[in-house]
């Protein structure tokens, strides 16, 4: 159990936050363990909850690469404040026009500034690219877009990760999960946050039934225990592959609630799912084979 969830300074679509203490229960880790997170977004579910060894890591490499300059302290919090104090007074001013001459320049440079800066002031923090990588999200009006305790905000994040650096062997990595999966051994732990399968994505990468199948042969050949997060149903569909290209796998459930507009009955729920090569309770792996008949437990929260 964290007892206070840390909120790092990047948003994405789908962030865990509202599960990590979820995860953290559920979770099985030595202090000797690797914590390997192949797709770590905003790297909420590991900054909170990895052991002294880390890879995080993903293929967008603008994520990765915000981490590492912090990590390496070229990015930091002062400078973070300067920045977006600057730069949210020349947006107070010109409002969409900065936006777009940021988002110009960010395409070009790709300074991990500039992409905090998008990924704080654009619509729903959402995190999207077109075919040819270039970042396409529009601006996400507000006024005071980065009023002083928004910025006060954002820069204590950035603080917390000064802070929590220093102490942990954490890597950050641009690469494909293939990569980071086939580094993990025995007493180690994989988390993974694919993109979700059936459902519409806009990250980095597209994800289809083929990387869902690959990402599924890569874990079961592992030697660590690994969990994955998916979706398990709405009031509309199921998610077929649980019982398919996931079948064997222990599930827990959970129902998360979320609002499209205001309005109350626009508050639908989802089944979110945490599958694992173990029995959470009592952390025995259990033999993962592609294709072998293997009851699927569920424990329903
Ligand atoms: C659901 S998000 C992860 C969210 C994260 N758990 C969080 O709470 O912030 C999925 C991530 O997978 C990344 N991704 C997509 N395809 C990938 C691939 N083939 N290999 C590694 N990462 C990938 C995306 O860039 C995105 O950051």
Same mark, same amino acid.
């Given at each position: 159990m964290v007892n206070k969830v840390f909120v790092p300074p990047i948003k994405i679509q789908g962030i865990k936050t509202k599960i990590v203490n979820l995860i953290s229960d559920n979770v099985y880790l030595t202090p000797d363990s690797t914590w390997y997170e192949p797709?770590? =977004?905003? =790297?909420v579910v590991g900054l909170n909850l990895a052991p002294h060894k880390a890879v995080f890591s993903d293929t967008n490499p603008y994520v990765v690469e915000l981490y590492k300059a912090i990590q390496q302290k070229k990015v930091t919090s002062k400078i973070v404040r300067e920045f977006l104090e600057y730069e949210g007074a020349i947006l107070a001013e010109k409002d969409d026009e900065h936006y777009y001459y940021i988002r110009d320049r960010f395409n070009e440079k790709h300074n991990p500034l500039d992409f905090l800066f998008l990924n704080r002031s654009c619509f729903n923090g959402m995190i999207r690219f077109n075919r040819y990588y270039k970042f396409n999200v529009p601006y996400g009006h507000?006024? %005071? !877009?980065?009023?002083k305790a928004y910025v006060t905000k954002i820069v204590n994040q950035v603080k917390h990760l000064e802070s929590i650096f220093p102490e942990n062997d954490w890597e950050f990595v641009c690469c494909s999960f293939e990569e980071t999966i086939a !580094?993990? +051994?025995?007493g180690d732990f994989i988390y993974c946050d694919p993109p979700y399968i059936g459902r519409h994505v806009d990250y980095y990468d597209s994800w289809d039934e083929e990387h869902e199948i690959a990402l599924r042969d890569a874990l079961f050949a592992s030697q660590a225990k690994f969990m994955l997060s998916t979706w398990d149903e709405n009031k509309y569909r199921k998610n077929d592959y649980i019982d398919t290209?996931?079948?064997g796998c222990y599930k827990l459930n959970k129902e998360h609630f979320y609002h499209v +507009?205001? !309005? %109350? %009955?626009?508050r639908n729920s989802m089944m979110e799912a945490l599958l694992m090569?173990?029995?959470?309770?009592?952390?025995t792996k259990r033999p993962m084979a592609n294709g072998e008949q293997l009851t699927l437990e569920s424990i329903a929260l």
């Open positions: 797709f770590m =977004g905003s =790297g507000k006024p %005071e !877009r980065f009023a !580094r993990a +051994g025995s290209v996931w079948k +507009g205001a !309005r %109350e %009955e626009n090569n173990y029995d959470p309770a009592t952390c």
